[in-house]
T-cell receptor, first 113, second 115 residues
């Protein structure tokens, strides 16, 4: 079963608006990652946040992590048409599951020019 | 760096045929992963290798699937015999260090259609 679940499944906004995507997970993690996938392409890593971090920024991206609620959010500010893609969260666990990175079902983001 | 290279990009085959998917990871990366993506099941981890050794193949759906990594620069995923339900996009990814703590670099995938 999928560890991470994104919400919403689809998001449609106008260029310039902010886009927020949420991810919930079930078991303890040592880090959470966000990836983007353009149509017909492989996933591209965006940002990694460790379990002892609460917030990270990268350009127009802001990721938060709340381990008490087992949730994360990805905020894209001042969106552009080029941000249109699917966005996935992925969780990495420690211990015997060190090697496993489990992906959610993704959020399809459409940014209209 | 050319990134992770997968071949072929598209594969159309008939049920019962053998299919071999290929992957060249990024030079220097010590982990290699095979994922399968479908609309119904999303992205599933099939198997991963560390230093050419299979570590976890619990995601391999059944005995028809096999994966090898004969050296640090090449891996194959084989399906024999193929079935229509194997139709999916298969991704190879590599990383330096365990995927639990470092980013994965994905290839552009192989879209497999089994008729």
């Amino acid at each position: 079963s999928q560890q991470g679940e994104e919400d919403p499944q689809a998001l449609s906004i106008q260029e310039g608006e902010n886009a927020t995507m949420n991810c919930s997970y079930k078991t303890s993690i040592n880090n959470l990652q966000w990836y983007r996938q353009n149509s017909g392409r492989g996933l591209v890593h965006l940002i990694l946040i460790r379990s002892n971090e609460r917030e990270k920024h990268s350009g127009r991206l802001r990721v938060t992590l709340d381990t008490s609620k087992k949730s994360s959010s990805l905020l894209i500010t001042a969106s552009r048409a080029a941000d249109t893609a699917s966005y996935f969260c992925a969780t990495g666990a420690g211990g015997t599951s060190y090697g496993k990175l489990t992906f959610g079902q993704g959020t399809i983001l459409t940014v209209h020019p | 760096d050319a990134g992770v290279i997968q071949s072929p990009r598209h594969e159309v085959t008939e049920m019962g045929q053998e299919v071999t998917l290929r992957c060249k990871p990024i030079s220097g990366h010590d982990y290699l992963f095979w994922y399968r993506q479908t609309m119904m099941r999303g992205l599933e981890l099939l198997i991963y290798f560390n230093n050419n050794v299979p570590i976890d193949d619990s995601g391999m759906p059944e005995d028809r699937f096999s994966a090898k990594m004969p050296n640090a620069s090449f891996s194959t995923l084989k399906i024999q015999p193929s079935e229509p339900r194997d139709s999916a996009v298969y991704f190879c990814a590599s990383s330096f260090g365990g995927q639990g703590a470092t980013p994965l670099h994905f290839g552009n995938g192989t879209r497999l259609t089994v008729t």
